[in-house]
């Protein structure tokens, strides 16, 4: 079983629309939490941090809930360019950081 | 400000043909990262310098890859003997923190290596 685990999608959807995303993690000794997206044959780049309270920028909301090891991502009145793969990266004590497979949005007009 | 950069972008090696990959991080920072990405995958850990020291090496898929930051700048990953299973894109991260999982790293572009 992988470590950090998401749906690898795709998620199709209209503009406008909201969508979330899900991720699991597997060692409960981890501590930070973050969701970064990558375009197509680019680099990955850090979308937010995610806190134990939940954290809203914007349209996007990141959430989670240690006690189900599970983190999601929440974005609203989806844009054209909000297509992209969303990737969840966990860390744990022993300093390792580990992403998610990524899922794949593509928002349609 | 310039970001962190990376060459070659792409890279063609024959299988047994030794490779350099070169990182040259966002200027000062301290942290600085590689990671192998295979396609429809995220980002797999290889390993992390803190300056010139090499902090952790733990996913360095075998005695054929290679990391160094002699100066604390500017870092090279070497692999030697390419194999098939080493086809991936290849990213270099740095970060102006200590350590992994306190904040931001910054990516560079990656260098695509194709083993034929």
């Known amino acids: 079983r992988k470590e950090v685990e998401q749906d690898p999608g795709p998620f199709n959807v209209p503009e406008g629309a909201t969508v979330a995303f899900n991720c699991t993690y597997s060692n409960s000794a981890s501590q930070s939490f973050f969701w970064y997206r990558q375009d197509c044959r680019k680099e990955p780049k850090l979308l937010m941090s995610?806190?134990?309270s939940g954290n809203e920028d914007g349209r996007f909301t990141a959430q989670l809930n240690r006690a189900s090891q599970y983190i999601s991502l929440l974005i609203r009145d989806s844009k054209l360019s909000d297509s992209a793969t969303y990737l969840c990266?966990?860390?744990?004590?022993?300093?390792?950081?580990?992403f998610g497979a990524g899922t794949r949005l593509t928002v349609k007009p | 400000g310039a970001g962190v950069s990376q060459s070659p972008r792409y890279k063609v090696a024959k299988r047994g043909q030794d490779v350099a990959l070169r990182c040259d991080p966002i200027s000062g920072h301290v942290s600085l990262f590689w990671y192998q990405q295979a396609l429809g995958q995220g980002p797999e850990f290889l390993t992390y310098?803190?300056?010139?020291?090499?902090?952790?090496k733990s996913g360095l898929p075998s005695d054929r890859f290679f990391a160094e930051r002699p100066e604390g700048s500017v870092s090279t990953l070497k692999i030697q003997r390419t194999q098939q299973e080493d086809s991936a894109v290849y990213l270099c991260a740095s970060s102006s923190l200590r350590g992994q999982g306190l904040g931001e790293q910054y990516f560079g572009p990656g260098t695509r290596l194709t083993v034929t």
């Open positions: 310098f803190q300056n010139e020291a090499q902090l952790d």
């Open positions: 990266v966990v860390n744990s004590n022993n300093n390792d950081m580990r």
């Open positions: 995610v806190y134990s």
